[in-house]
């Protein structure tokens, strides 16, 4: 089976600068994929070049197995929710939705039935005839979404919808979203810098940095078999040490299977790491209490040993002022190792 | 990316150099014709000289004339920013004032300059001050190109104003500067870009106008613009375009100063700042 | 603690001395020149004291006088609309462009605002008439046999009235434009519509109200330039600010100039307040 969407070698260059190197990437039928990264790492563009908003430097986009990416933005079949919304002010709800609908050339007649289905999945029906700036800034990017929807495209476009929301709002959308693609099952590419949207809302999550994918995967996989240092340290928190072959042989660092030769990084999550008396863990390294700070209910404790900073949290106060001994442990099957670069 | 978005981008280029050519053409072909060996403007242009140049710097009555406008060209530019710099200020600090007031003060902009000429005359034509007939004075047409000059010297400091730091002068009187103090050592050194700008508005404005001064003027007080109309028929040789293009020149010798001094101000305060 | 204790005068108060400047030449005269409306004109003076609408009379039914009111209004309609479609389309076109290319354009853009409406006029009496440039280079390139003679023409009297007010247009379309969030062209595009129809259904409903105050003030403009047509223009072309220099002048009489100053001041408040109004309306909807 054709995939939906399908880029190959995709390319794009701004002058001396690379925005998206040589990428390979294939979404499936009814696929939720998310494009993860910092800012910078090429995502946005990545999906512009997608919509048409951008021409690719060389490489292939096709879309249903038909080759798009000569076209422009006006001619392909993706619909985008932009980050600001973008609906047109001069124009209230129901005509901001019909505008798709008619330049796709949708019979005039079929029209504001359309609209008024997908008002209501959206739960925005009461709203058709008002201007978006009658509306708050979560119901604008609802008719937003509604309006992408609506023209039925083969690839519907996200470019970080919810960032200009507040918390609650976001939350509010987010599950929306995640209800939608549950009833609706469209194919989707939605960009975010932020992991826990990526995490919730994807079946499938692309990790890049500096214009190439990282990983790809499910977010499970990602968050618990990071395929790189990077992806690592960009999925939640984590502690790094710097191993080489003379570490701890000080005896302040006890590992249980240390690596060969070579400079090595260790990667360890916070909350595996715990507080223990020398000898009563796996992997141990000794270290000095350079802080403890309260976060409200919890308390953390960072530690410097000799090849790094090691952080856990703690429920109960620790008896501990800056400069006092610790020992902190963890379990070998919590650890992760790469190759320093 | 936007180009893509728009349309036909052959038929905007071509639109481009149209237009620019629209922009470019009265003051290319004048100052071509400058430099005309001719007796009478026409093309193609013969032989060059400069004589038409020598002219007119040996002939009184184009000298005067000159001389007339930039004495009253600088008068409009002093007299808009006395009366704008405290106006300007006043409506930063007070919105009520700016919405009642900005209107009125944006007034004469909208008057066409035949009937601001033509009012002026009539009211003023019989006024003497200190024994002197304020008719044919270069401070009577000074006067009436700052209708003009004021308003667009006011709409180019409010913003500055408006945009300046309101702490900083509070700092400065917390640090024991009176309001008058402050003013003249921390808001106006701040705003000097947009001084300088309302300068050269107000400057241009009155050199360039000439309507209003040929309601105003005399025989003696009248100015380049004003003389240049009043030949435009009578005398038809290259001397026009040489006092065309000599006004247009003195226009843009003012802007460049007036950058000059911008960029010199940008460079010493980037020399300067790492010291601070 | 000392300074608290003498309030500061409003701010507001500093206004006071350019208002009363604007009061005294701007306020006092426009009230002579409408009392002097009233007045007469004797054979053998300039004015004679009276309270007559004799001059308005005039103004309103003399066919001649008429006309020239309707030649005014009518070329300063065709100049608006000419000028604000060519101020619209190069501000959209420095608008999409950007760094370099951008500042140029803008300079461009400026400079016939920095060029004194007499210099304009001596430019383009160069370029039209048979002797000119343009019929030279015409002739010279064998595009016509003959010289041409553009001079004279309604024509030459729109270029040299546009290029007046065309730099203040193209800056308040472009202040406009700029504000425009760029993402709605975008979105326009990406919703399938063609560059054609984004431009016509997105861009100018959106930039509505520079379009609507650019064409006030080019209109406003026209109606009281009166050089360049008079210099540009076909002899037959009247306006109301010759009218005015002519009576006021050659023929030595101030009340009629006057009746035709408030008739012209009368004409141009009344399109301000039309146009303002039409604006209104239309931003009510949905700013």
Known sequence: MTPRLQLTQLHKAYGSFTAVEST?????????????????????????????????????????????????????????????????????????????????????????????????????????????????????????????????????????????????????????????????????????????????????????????????????????????????????????????????????????????????????????????????????????????????????????????????????????????????????????????? | MTERAMPGLWADRIFIALFAAYVLIPLGITALMAFSDDNIIRFPIRGWSLRWFEEFFSNRQWLTAALNSLKIAALTACLSILLAVPAAYGLSRSRKARNRLQVLLLLPLFVPAVVLGVSVAIGFGNVTLFGHALYGSSLLVACAHTLWALPLAITVLEPSFATLDRSLVEASGDLGASPLRSFLTVSLPLVSTGLVSATLFAFITSLNEFIMALFLTTRDSQTLPVLLWLSLRSSATPQLAVAAILLAASVFTAIGLAYGWYLLRRRRKRLSAPMI | MMRRLIPAPSPAWLVLPALGFILLVFGVPLFHLLRMSFNTHPPDGIYELSWSLENYVKILTDPVNLHTIRDTVLLSLITAVVTVVVAFLFAHAVWKRKGRVHLVLLAIALCPMLVSEISVIIGWRMFFPSNGFLSYALVETGLVERKVNLLGTRFAAIVGLSYISVSYCFLTILSVMNAVDRDLITASGDLGASPWHTFFRVLVPLTMGGIIGAFTQAFVFSMGIYAAVNALGPDSLWSIGYEIQRQMLSKRDWPLASAFAVVLIVLISLTVIGLHALHSRRGQRHD
């Not at chain 1, 995502?43 to 798009?68: D, N, Y």
């Not at chain 1, 796709?104 to 009461?126: F, T």
């Not at chain 1, 039925?152 to 995640?178: T, W």
Request: proline share 6%; glycine share 10%.
């Open chain 1, 24 to 341: 390979d990437l294939t979404v499936g039928e009814g696929e939720f994929l998310t494009l993860l990264g910092p800012s910078g790492c090429g995502k946005t563009t990545t999906l512009r070049l997608i919509g048409g908003m951008e021409k690719p430097s060389s490489g292939r986009i096709e879309i249903k197995g038909k080759r798009v990416d000569h076209l422009p933005s006006y001619k392909r079949d993706t619909a985008t929710v932009f980050q600001s919304g973008a609906l047109f002010p001069h124009l209230t709800v129901a005509e901001n939705m019909a505008y798709g609908l008619k330049m796709r050339g949708v019979p005039s007649s079929e029209i504001p039935a359309r609209i008024a289905r997908m008002l209501d999945v959206v739960q925005m029906g009461r709203f058709a005839a008002r201007y978006p700036s009658e509306m708050s800034g979560g119901q604008r990017q609802r008719v937003a979404l509604a309006r992408a929807m609506v023209v039925e495209p083969s690839i519907l476009l996200f470019d970080e919808p919810m960032s200009a929301l507040d918390l609650k709002l976001k939350l509010e959308l987010r599950s929306e979203i995640r209800r939608l693609h549950r009833e609706l099952g469209f194919t989707a590419v939605f960009v975010t810098h932020d992991q826990s949207e990526a995490m919730t809302l994807s079946d499938r999550v692309v990790i890049m940095n500096h214009g190439r994918i990282e990983q790809s995967g499910s977010p499970v996989e990602t968050f618990e078999r990071p395929a790189s240092a990077f992806v690592y340290s960009f999925l939640g928190e984590s502690c790094q040490l710097a191993i080489d072959t003379d570490a701890g042989r000080d005896g302040s660092l006890r590992l249980a299977n240390a690596p060969g030769a070579g400079r090595h990084l260790l990667f360890l999550r916070p909350a595996s790491l715990r507080r223990v008396s020398p000898g009563e863990a796996q992997n141990e390294a000794d270290a000095r209490v350079a802080e403890v700070e309260y976060l409200g209910g919890s308390y953390r404790l960072h530690a410097d040993a000799p090849c790094g900073r090691l952080s856990l949290d703690l429920t109960a106060p620790p008896a501990l002022t800056p400069g006092d001994a610790v020992t902190i442990g963890w379990d070998s099957a919590d650890a992760t190792w790469f190759a320093a670069p």
